[in-house]
């Protein structure tokens, strides 16, 4: 048997019936989306593979087992929200403490930048090289 419209047809609205039923008309949206991506997942396999013999069955429990995790990565969503919104307070304060600071520039013989930045020499000593380092 090759998949075909009728059969995503048919079975997409068999399936939102399903979920409907199982998770309530308030997730309705929800149960659409599930069904759409497991239809397209089953299409896309199928089409090279050939449609399995209880394809209804499958369907069904890949349809399912999508809706529990949405419900799933969405509770963890609110459970750990306000951490994550702490989180990112104090990365944004952080962030704006170090753009006010003025930037320090250090050499060290040896690491990655064998050179000093530019401007680095001659600055405060009034034409003699030495290594300038501002905090």
Aim: proline content about 5%; hydrophobic content about 40%; overall charge positive.
């Amino acid at each position: 048997m090759k998949p075909d419209s009728h059969l995503f047809r048919r079975e997409a609205a068999r399936l939102t019936a399903t979920l409907t039923r199982a998770f309530g008309i308030e997730n309705l949206a929800l149960a659409e989306d599930v069904v759409q991506e497991t239809l397209a997942n089953a299409f896309e396999v199928w089409s090279y593979q050939g449609v399995p013999e209880h394809y209804a069955a499958l369907l069904t429990a890949a349809a399912k087992n999508r809706a529990l995790d949405v419900f799933r990565r969405e509770r963890t969503a609110r459970k750990f929200a306000p951490e994550v919104r702490r989180f990112m307070d104090l990365r944004s304060s952080i962030d704006r403490r170090l753009a006010m600071r003025r930037p320090s520039i250090t050499w060290r013989q040896g690491s990655q930048h064998t050179t000093p930045p530019p401007g680095a020499l001659r600055r405060r000593t009034g034409g003699r090289s030495s290594l300038c380092t501002t905090c």
